[in-house]
């Protein structure tokens, strides 16, 4: 390289490792003040928002989302589903026929903003469907803070998708993402995608909402209600206070959330209990014959927030509040709602597990969903697992709580619809492919780490990383980041095929010889994935005896597992289609052999790593 290019690329380099700098979060707070016309499902809406720039970046321009303005036909949301037709999300369709275009008139979603100022000056905005820019009259410095206060109004959208009245159950309103909500900026920008039904992103803030509505309703919110002796449901010696219209008025405060979300009906029951070394849990629910899992669960969440604050890290708020309302499950900050006619214990209470499970992901660690879906739905599915084979253990055993993940998995990878992890939330072009990319293989990312590097690693990890990046938003890198450091290991080959691409993992027993004192064993990789090899054999008389062969790109080897310890053999090449072995065992000293007895490898053919000895022939 000549000098001139080598000055040239120095520089260039330099700057952009400059432009990284050291991790920061923008900071909001939010003061609130909330009027309801019940009756016609309306509210007018007040607030001031403190907004802390803490980037390098001067900022002359911010953005709001206004997501109920989806609700209505002819959106973005509309034209999505109308183009997806029967691949789309079933919620928000009938025979493939977009819900959204036969909204009754008048129960459109609508934000309506009447006025935005900073710091007392009127601020030009443009509203565009769900996100609203707006052109600062004083560019926010970096390490400094601005006050924007609005006005506007609102429709309570036809209840459709997480957000609206009357839900089916009969709730009359689930006001969830229902304010002007200030975008993320980081990194890599304002975080302003249009919200076509799938996931949400914000930066962090504190709540000071008051919330004026008919003194007959009861709120569920997530947060703290500061006034339970001034309104109905949370005090029985409440002493109601109205004013002269015959509203009472809700105050409620939460500090670091992500967003403040609440529901409201005339016939919900408020219950709550302590979890142990855990939260104040409240139920916000029409208590019924059609609810009454509602109390039968309260044992099994107890022992949800305590397997989770024992394996993963502890919870950071001081209360949860499971509300009834939405279209199915949904979380938000301090809370979720959820459809709350359980036909099962077992389905209400996984219910409840996942949506708590997310207040781990989604909250606390707060991904960017729009961008990585699989980081918050796969690693919240990689919670439901292990929690629910606790607290429901199957009837039969099983190798390992994730063997019916890696079914649906194989199964769907069979019918050529994958579409890859990577994607972006709204950007699937099959709702099944999406559930499968974000929800399956994101659990699969955390069950095939702890195939590569132990379980116990990964626990590490697991623990290490929620330690480090709770209250922040982390992204997958800083994930690997952590397990490459714990673990020793090289991990960027695995992330890469698991997360970017559709390839599979497809390994075999291709031969095996018996002699006299030995057996030779081939393998072969027939898929697109290469992957380390746990392989085991039974003996005539029972017992296990493990090899790992380890893949050369993770560099340092697995050495034991709770599955077991391993007889460590040479390293398979991932270039390199086949492999041979030699275990000191005759015929008549083995039972059966195979790869990865602990069937957590997500292997798309499965029924050829097994060799019952006597009884299957080896082609």
Not at 140 to 169: L, Y
Request: glycine fraction near 8%; include cysteine.
């Amino acid at each position: 390289m000549n000098k001139g290019l080598f000055l040239i690329f120095t520089f260039i380099f330099g700057l952009t490792a400059a432009q990284q700098g050291p991790y920061y979060q923008q900071f909001a707070k939010y003061k609130m003040d909330i009027d309801v016309d019940a009756p016609n499902f309306t509210y007018k809406g007040n607030q001031t928002i403190t907004y802390t720039n803490n980037s390098p970046d001067e900022l002359k321009v911010v953005y709001f989302h206004l997501y109920w303005n989806a609700f209505k036909r002819g959106s973005m949301m509309d034209q999505r589903v109308q183009n997806q037709g029967k691949n789309g999300d079933g919620r928000l369709q009938r025979e493939g026929v977009s819900r959204l275009a036969s909204i009754p008139e008048g129960e459109e979603g609508a934000q309506n903003i009447r006025w935005i100022r900073q710091n007392g000056k009127d601020l030009k905005f443009e509203v565009q469907e769900t996100i609203m820019k707006v052109v600062l009259h004083t560019p926010i410095k970096p390490n400094s803070s601005t006050t924007f206060s609005m006005e506007w109004d609102a429709v309570i959208p036809h209840q459709i998708r997480r957000a609206g009245r009357n839900n089916r159950e009969g709730i009359d309103m689930t006001m969830t993402q229902w304010y002007p909500k200030i975008a993320e900026y980081d990194y890599d920008g304002w975080a302003t995608f249009d919200y076509i039904g799938r996931e949400f992103h914000a930066p962090f803030a504190d709540f000071d909402v008051s919330i004026k509505i008919d003194k007959d309703y009861v709120i569920g919110a997530g947060g703290t209600l500061e006034n339970p002796g001034e309104v109905k449901g949370y005090d029985a010696a409440a002493n109601i206070k109205s004013d002269n219209k015959n509203k009472a008025t809700w105050r409620w405060t939460a500090k670091n959330l992500l967003d403040f979300a609440w529901a409201a009906d005339r016939d919900y029951t408020v219950e709550q209990f302590t979890v142990l070394d855990g939260p104040k849990v409240y139920y916000v629910y029409q208590k019924s014959e059609k609810t009454a899992l509602w109390e039968e669960s309260k044992p099994y969440v107890t022992k949800f927030f305590q397997l989770m604050n024992a394996a993963f890290g502890r919870y950071v708020y001081p209360s949860y509040s499971f509300i009834q309302g939405g279209d199915g499950g949904m979380e938000y900050g301090m809370c979720t709602m959820i459809l709350g006619e359980g036909r099962s214990l077992e389905g209400l209470v996984g219910l409840m597990v996942h949506e708590g499970g997310h207040s781990y992901n989604q909250q606390i660690l707060a991904y960017n969903e729009s961008v990585r879906p699989w980081m918050d739905e796969g690693f919240t599915s990689y919670y439901d697992d292990y929690v629910m084979h606790q607290l429901f253990p199957p009837k039969e055993p099983v190798a390992n709580p994730f063997v019916g993940s890696i079914k649906s998995y194989v199964n769907f990878t069979k019918t050529g619809k994958e579409e890859p992890a990577v994607w972006l939330a709204d950007h699937h072009d099959n709702g099944s492919a999406y559930s499968i990319a974000s929800y399956v293989k994101g659990d699969l990312f955390l069950v095939q780490l702890g195939y590569i590097m132990g379980e116990q690693n990964l626990s590490l990890v697991m623990k290490e990383f929620y330690n480090q990046w709770k209250l922040k938003h982390p992204t997958d890198r800083d994930f690997m980041h952590i397990a490459q450091r714990i673990s020793g290991m090289d991990l960027k080959w695995f992330h890469h095929y698991w997360i970017n691409t559709t390839k599979t993992i497809d390994y075999a027993i291709k031969n095996v010889e018996y002699g006299t004192t030995s057996t030779v064993i081939t393998l072969e990789n027939k898929g697109e994935v290469p992957m380390p090899i746990d392989f085991s054999i039974m003996t005539a008389d029972k017992k296990v005896v493990n090899y790992h062969i380890p893949l050369n790109m993770t560099h340092t080897w697995k050495s034991n597992d709770i599955y077991g310890k391993f007889a460590t053999l040479n390293y398979w090449p991932w270039t390199q289609k086949e492999y041979t072995l030699t275990v000191p065992y005759n015929k008549s000293q083995l039972s059966a052999l195979g790869i990865d007895f602990s069937q957590r490898l997500a292997d798309v053919n499965p029924e050829d790593n097994f060799v019952d000895v006597h009884h299957t022939d080896v082609k």
